[in-house]
């Protein structure tokens, strides 16, 4: 089991910044391909961000130039840093930890866009 608790979501400005930490409990995080999603109110929830175990990413288009998904192994944490935010961006982000066919969620964190 792996246990995964998000948090730094809020409320930011157009254009601003905001980092989200995923801390994983239970198992080496290091063992698993780390995602981030978001669901944004009356939309499926979709991929924003993938780590893999060899530290490679992938970014969904909208995200792309703007999120990074660095992981930190010693730390058992994997965060997701986010600039030039748009109102588009607002949505719930939830952390989601794969190996296999076991996977794994966090509870969310909200983050809102708004002048």
């Known amino acids: 089991q792996v246990q995964l608790v998000e948090s730094g979501g809020g409320l930011v400005q157009p254009g601003g910044s905001l980092r989200l930490s995923c801390a994983a409990s239970?198992?080496?995080?290091?063992?698993?391909?780390m995602s981030w999603y978001r669901q944004a109110p009356g939309k499926e929830r979709e991929l924003v961000a993938v780590v893999t175990t060899d530290a490679n990413t992938n970014y969904a288009d909208p995200v792309k130039g703007r999120f990074t998904i660095p992981r930190d192994n010693a730390k058992n944490t994997v965060y997701l840093e986010m600039k030039s935010l748009k109102p588009g961006d607002t949505a719930v982000y939830y952390c989601?930890?794969?190996?296999?066919?076991?996977?794994?969620w966090g509870q969310g964190t909200k983050v809102t866009v708004s002048s």
């Open positions: 239970g198992r080496t995080l290091s063992l698993y391909v």
């Open positions: 989601n930890a794969a190996r296999g066919a076991a996977t794994y």
